[in-house]
């Protein structure tokens, strides 16, 4: 096992997170079009820092029956029916997510993905409504764990907004191009990654000994995802 891999183990107590954004027809997950989802998968170094890895991106066909919100097109700015969209089904775009996700959780040796995203329940919401829409059987990442980089920025760099904590991170960040999954996606993992190396950097990692506790991940978070079966 590389140094890097057993580290990025210890630093999040098994868990692997997968920085996730998606773009929608609306605010329902159960109801309304999931139209675009990008994940970036992360890796660490052997002195412990965060960095983006692999970046995965598709558009997506809405479902059959699936509400499509005007207001919510109109802001986002994604024609659903755009042919040179080239947008895939939602099984077919969480299948090959998940296959980047399992081979970057197994390479981190880590036992389960967690979310990463701005404002993750919301995100989160939509990637569980897809899965069980979908009826995927087993999902690599935690049915309601997440890391919220809204709440992180706050604390970090009192910022809430994701293109106003990028820039306090000395993240570049043009307002042109938000709204799309990928771009997205891509400054929330650079804005995590700044986070947790930030607070690496300044001792916050590790913490002094008889601080954590070392009982295994397994042992004692055991919950499954809802949509397994």
Partial sequence: ????????????????????DVETAGFNAKTDALLEIAACTLKMDENGLLS???????HVEPFEGAVLNPSSLAFNGIDP?????????ERE???????????????????RSVMVAHNAAFDQS??????????????????????????????????????K?????????????????LYDTERTAELFCHIVNRWHGLGGWPPPPGIVDDTPSEAVDTAEPAAES
Wanted: glycine share 4%; with cysteine.
């Fill in 165 to 181: 904590a990028c820039l306090a991170a000395g993240i570049p960040f043009d307002q042109k191009e938000a709204h799309s999954a």
């Fill in 52 to 58: 983006i890895d692999q970046t995965m991106h598709f």
């Fill in 81 to 89: 029916f755009n042919p040179l969209r080239g947008a895939v089904s």
């Fill in 93 to 111: 775009a969480l299948t090959e997510i998940f296959k980047m996700v399992r081979k970057g959780q197994k390479d981190a040796d880590c036992q």
């Fill in 1 to 20: 096992m590389a140094a890097s891999s057993s580290l990025f183990a210890q630093r999040f107590r098994g868990y692997y997170p997968v920085v996730i």
């Fill in 126 to 163: 939509f990637l569980n409504a897809a899965v069980e829409r979908n009826h995927i059987k087993r999902s690599p990442f935690h049915a309601f764990v997440s890391f919220d980089t809204t709440t992180l920025a706050a604390l970090a760099l009192g910022q809430t907004v994701l293109a």
